[in-house]
């Protein structure tokens, strides 16, 4: 401490606040990008979603009357015929109330015979003159009451013996059997579901598609042959036409539910095929790499390249739909531009930026790693 001592007070000072200064800032580093200059192009191409075979009508059978089933006679995946028996129900009880209904019948109509004959005869009575007009008119009422009870009780009768027919399920048409929903010994409330029938008839290909895509779907409904299906593996594309587009989206998927039709053409129920739709051809349009594309503050923007600075600026831009791996955009660029496509996070307003350049492979690497194959590709003429 003693020679520091002896040092002039200015230069002590000096040295004292060179101290205290805080070490400079690192230089700001020079990054490698990639670019691209921007061109006019046409944009088009398709869109495929995976979609389901299904049959333009399913539905769901169930008994109409509640009871104990007590077999089941179609599975999974049988063919039935109209009017064939799926199911059936213990019809005990149905049974117990047709004949009461039956016997309700038998009574009202001795009633309604007893009450004809006994209108002949006071009608008779009346003609010879032993009774007044009042007492044959309430004959006649009578009469007319025992014929209204006779015709309700064949009415309930005919309802008792259709509940009693209901206790065998049949099958409405012609179709397949799609799923069970309820096996033999289960007691079931009038209409629960016991079995799924897909109807034999037109068939419709079943997908569902982003919100993004909705509008060009309903665009398409009811243009014959607008949209193709290619079944997985073998098979040729089948011409389908958009029938449906569902109002609302998927509460859980947050898709729209798309039904095209496809006729009657040979593929099975429940067979996984693609839905092709070809999308509109668009001139004038600038391209992008899906990597060259970022969100700043909530907007999508790119970084554009001063070839003759060779810094970046920020560049806002609307985005108008996708292609494949590439991104449309609508506004905010020109073509001749050039667009920073790769290392876009890592950039800042105005940095001073590079070229990329990709490194060249070393001579005679191949050759030394790979002999062999290098004399072989050697052409004749050299050997």
């Not at 000072?13 to 200059?37: H, Y």
């Not at 839905?275 to 503050?297: F, H, K, S, T, W």
């Amino acid at each position: 401490m003693k020679p520091l001592l002896r040092l002039p007070i200015p230069l002590m000072a000096a040295i004292a606040l060179a101290a205290c200064n805080p070490p400079p800032a690192p230089s700001e580093p020079v990054r490698s990008v990639r670019t691209m200059t921007l061109g006019s192009e046409s944009a088009g191409g398709v869109h495929e979603y995976a979609a389901e075979i299904r049959a333009r009508t399913e539905s769901r059978l169930g008994f109409r009357v509640g009871g104990k089933m007590l077999s089941r006679a179609a599975e999974v995946g049988q063919r039935v015929r109209a009017g064939q028996e799926l199911a059936r129900l213990d019809a005990t009880d149905l049974r117990l109330g047709q004949e009461s209904a039956q016997a309700g019948v038998r009574a009202a109509q001795s009633a309604h015979d007893l009450a004809k004959a006994d209108f002949r005869r006071f009608n008779d009575l009346r003609d010879q003159g032993f009774i007044s007009a009042a007492e044959l008119e309430r004959r006649a009422s009578a009469l007319e009451a025992q014929a209204a009870q006779l015709e309700q009780a064949r009415a309930q009768a005919g309802v008792q013996g259709n509940q009693a027919a209901y206790a065998v399920l049949a099958a409405t048409a012609a179709g397949v059997v799609t799923a069970v929903e309820a096996e033999p010994g289960a007691v079931l409330a009038a209409g629960t579901p016991v079995l799924r029938l897909a109807h034999d008839g037109p068939r419709d290909a079943v997908f569902a598609v982003p919100e993004g895509g909705v509008e060009a779907m309903r665009a398409l409904l009811g243009r014959t042959g607008a949209i193709k299906v290619r079944p997985w593996g073998a098979g040729a594309a089948v011409a389908a036409t958009v029938r449906e587009v569902a109002a609302a989206a998927d509460p859980v998927t947050r898709t729209f539910q798309v039904k095209a039709d496809i006729g009657r053409a040979a593929l099975d129920l429940g067979q996984t095929v693609t839905a092709v739709v070809e999308l509109p051809r668009r001139d004038g349009v600038v391209r992008l790499p899906l990597a060259a594309v970022m969100q700043q503050q909530g907007r999508s923007a790119v970084w554009l390249l001063d070839r003759a600075a060779l810094t970046v600026q920020l560049q806002p831009v609307e985005v108008g739909g996708a292609d494949g791996n590439s991104i449309i955009i609508s506004a905010g660029l020109t073509p001749g531009q050039t667009v920073v496509t790769a290392g876009v996070h890592t950039l800042t307003p105005g940095q001073k930026v590079r070229l990329y350049q990709a490194p060249a492979a070393p001579q005679g690497a191949a050759s030394a790693v790979f002999p062999a194959a290098a004399s072989a590709a050697l052409p004749s003429t050299n050997r």
